[in-house]
């Protein structure tokens, strides 16, 4: 059986389906697409991360698919109905990188609270700012918001609260009386009072038309004044326009943003300027603790379907 890996995968896990199958690894191929198409042909499985389009096109070039494999969580670049009509299993690596993006947000709320790590340039050039970074405030006691209370929200909120953080969340696929809401011991609230009450707000959902701008101007403007913003979850969700201006205001106290519109951030992007602003390209999920557990998870759950042969079996996403 043969296996296509069309981006960057964790060579331990790559050696252990080499142990297998035929496994053709080119962690670039992502970038040539009509060679992608053609190695598609006689292909049993596609890995890939989150650049790689597995569309209608992808999908009638590798029509022997069984499995496609999701080094992530993300699958809005995969086209999840038409695998499932054609009896492919779709199979991201659910949970796998939670500890590196719920490590990403407290540090990003932490770092963006408190307000002074932007002056490290300053104080290298000679500048003395103490009095201007002497009002930075602390976690202890304000209130960490989550947009989404799965296991990365969930895990978020353990973390949050081991700074004494308060939390709250909205998802609405919860229902109040959920027994999670009083495993975790955090509270569920309406979006518009988590807007009010919530000094940092942390977005764990994914990019939908009924998500896509969630965070537009108005909303932004709903936010606690100086409070910040983390988005971890996917482009599209936050207007960035609507950002870049409540940062340049002083309407936010500051943001994190690590996924975008596009992706590499474009030239003449309003963010590019914006103050208190920290910007990562699209890695908050990345560690070497991550990789490793995601590209393990995703070699193995692949390895089953393939072996099993059960072209029409239970779907893992």
């Given amino acids: 059986m043969h296996i296509v890996i069309s981006e960057f995968m964790d060579a331990p896990a790559v050696d252990l389906l080499r142990r297998d199958f035929d496994v053709r690894y080119e962690p670039d191929l992502v970038d040539r697409r009509a060679e992608l198409l053609k190695v598609l042909d006689g292909a049993d499985a596609l890995i890939v991360r989150n650049r790689t389009r597995v569309d209608g096109e992808m999908l009638a070039a590798g029509r022997g698919l069984k499995a496609v494999g999701r080094l992530g969580v993300g699958l809005d670049n995969i086209d999840v109905v038409a695998c499932r009509d054609r009896g492919i ?3 991201p690596a659910t949970g796998a990188n939670a500890r590196a993006v719920a490590e990403y947000v407290v540090t990003s709320a932490l770092v963006l609270i408190r307000g002074v790590y932007h002056g490290s340039l300053a104080v290298a050039q000679g500048a003395w700012p103490r009095p201007a970074m002497s009002n930075g ?4 006691g304000r209130t960490l918001g989550i947009v989404g209370f799965g296991g990365i929200g969930r895990l978020t909120a353990r973390l949050a609260r081991g700074v004494d953080m308060q939390v709250v969340a909205h998802d609405p696929m919860l229902a109040d009386d959920d027994p999670v809401w009083r495993e975790s011991g955090v ?42 913003l983390i988005n971890t979850a996917r482009g599209g ?39 208190r602003l920290i910007l990562t390209p699209h890695v908050a999920g990345l560690s070497m603790e991550a990789n490793t557990r995601v590209s393990d998870m995703v070699a193995q759950r692949v390895a089953e379907v393939l072996k099993s042969g059960n072209r029409h079996g239970h779907d893992a996403t």
């Fill in 237 to 275: 969700i936050v207007d960035e326009a609507a950002l870049a201006r409540a940062l340049r205001e002083g309407k936010l106290g500051g943001a994190a943003v690590d996924v975008f519109d596009d992706e590499p951030l474009p030239a003449g992007s309003p963010l590019a300027d914006a103050p």
């Fill in 137 to 140: 405030r602390e976690v202890h």
């Fill in 187 to 228: 509270t569920p609230v309406p979006l518009i009072e988590l807007l009010a009450r919530s000094d940092a707000v942390t977005l764990h959902i994914p990019l939908t038309e009924g998500t896509r701008n969630l965070f537009d101007a108005p909303r932004i403007a709903a936010m606690k004044d100086g409070a910040v």
């Fill in 89 to 91: 299993h779709v199979l």
